[in-house]
């Protein structure tokens, strides 16, 4: 789930084995990243977060798609590190998908329909309002890293005045007690470097 530049930066990044959390502990934490819960959606249970995390390949990420539910892809399949996000936030109304090379496929309505809503983050969503839609996805365990890229985006996308229309929704990939799994289930990192 984790991409990076490099392993090292996963190790530096505060990565912690997940803990089950609820609506509410995501939540609480999100304003630690200047992110406003009423832009927060949740994997409604834990097949949607394994489809979810299929498409994103790589947390933190982001997908952007068109007002035509079109996927605008912004690197090459062959680049794990996602340091050009900064770029194409700050220039998303000229995003350019000539040149890219991938194979990926991401499609609108199925990444929609892994959402859960308690928010109430899309309740009032209508596409057609949109130019551009840009999912960002992140996970309280990787707080680190949430810190060196999140926080940074979401100032980019704060302070960026743009001509398009652009909606941003966070998606949370945390495990969830409203999933019923069992917390002995939860994936445990090992990330050690040498000395």
Request: one cysteine or more.
């Amino acid at each position: 789930m984790l991409s990076s530049c490099s392993f090292f930066l996963k190790k530096l990044g505060g990565i912690k084995d997940p803990q089950m959390e609820s609506f509410h502990s995501v939540n609480e934490y999100s304003k630690t990243l200047t992110i406003d819960s009423s832009s927060i959606v949740f994997a409604k249970d834990s097949a949607a977060f394994f489809k979810i995390n299929k498409m994103f390949a790589g947390s933190p990420e982001i997908i952007v798609f068109n007002g035509s539910k079109k996927y605008i892809p912004y690197k090459n399949d062959s680049s794990s590190c996602n340091a050009s996000v900064d770029n194409v936030l700050k220039t998303l109304c000229q995003i350019n998908e000539d040149g890219v090379k991938t194979r990926r496929v991401v499609e609108f309505d199925s990444l929609f329909s892994c959402f859960a809503d308690p928010n109430q983050s899309l309740k009032t969503f209508e596409l057609a309002k949109y130019d551009y839609v840009v999912f960002i996805n992140y996970a309280k365990f990787a707080d680190g890293i949430n810190k060196t890229h999140i926080i940074p985006w979401n100032k980019i996308i704060k302070e960026n005045v743009s001509s398009c229309k652009t909606k941003y929704i966070f998606v949370n990939m945390d495990y969830l007690e409203s999933w019923g799994i069992k917390e002995s289930s939860l994936p445990k990192f090992k990330i050690k470097t040498t000395s």
